[in-house]
């Protein structure tokens, strides 16, 4: 099985910057993409950003600018650096990442438990 575990959130001011970590572990043979999500109180889960195995990034406009998604294929680990933060950036955060256990099985789509963030007016 694989584990995402999620770490760096917290509450920040406004303006404020924070950084995130996914980390991956259990029996993985390979990652495609990484990604995060978040979700606000009574608001659906949206995708922030998401980096490819090549390094290909592509972000939500609403953090375009603000934000930067990474990734250490050594470590299983993808990292969002957020600047500039907003108090709409609230959220629990959450990792995502397509991975497989062995060269021949499929990708399958994995969730962390989430990390809260928490911007102050």
């Known amino acids: 099985q694989v584990q995402l575990v999620e770490s760096g959130g917290g509450l920040v001011q406004t303006g404020g910057s924070l950084s995130l970590s996914c980390v991956a572990s259990?029996?993985?043979?390979?990652?495609?993409?990484m990604s995060w999500y978040r979700q606000a109180p009574g608001k659906e889960r949206e995708l922030v950003a998401t980096i490819t195995s090549t390094g290909t990034t592509n972000y939500a406009g609403s953090v375009k600018g603000r934000t930067t998604i990474s990734r250490d294929n050594a470590k299983n680990t993808v990292f969002l650096q957020m600047n500039s933060l907003k108090p709409e950036d609230t959220a629990v955060y959450y990792c995502?990442?397509?991975?497989?256990?062995?060269?021949?099985?499929?990708?399958?789509?994995?969730w962390g438990q989430g990390t809260q963030v928490t911007v102050s007016s």
């Open positions: 995502n990442i397509w991975a497989r256990t062995t060269h021949i099985t499929p990708f399958h789509n994995y």
């Open positions: 259990g029996s993985i043979f390979g990652i495609n993409t």
